[in-house]
């Protein structure tokens, strides 16, 4: 497997999901500010993007994988929650 995908990150990505539906779970930094993104592990292909979560990257937003596929998003820019496919 073998992909390229333009992010913009200063952060861990994460897996997610089973193993026939694994995503990765990356920010992406664009110029209205940093989105959570999930990605196919074996496509590339983006299949969920959350609204922006913060104004500003910061190595201290981490995306951390939940239950159900969900993730736990930014408790440093004050935006605690769940989001993505499975939130």
Do not use: K
């Amino acid at each position: 497997m073998r992909w390229r995908h333009g992010i913009t990150s200063l952060n861990f990505s994460a897996l997610t999901g089973d193993a026939d539906r694994r995503e990765i779970v990356i920010s992406d930094f664009g110029p209205e500010g940093e989105a959570a993104v999930w990605l196919n592990l074996r496509t590339g292909e983006e299949r969920a993007r959350s609204g922006i979560l913060a104004e500003t990257p910061a190595p201290g937003n981490i995306l951390t994988p939940g239950f159900g596929g969900a993730s736990t998003t930014y408790p440093q820019a004050g935006n605690c929650g769940s989001c993505g496919p499975g939130a």
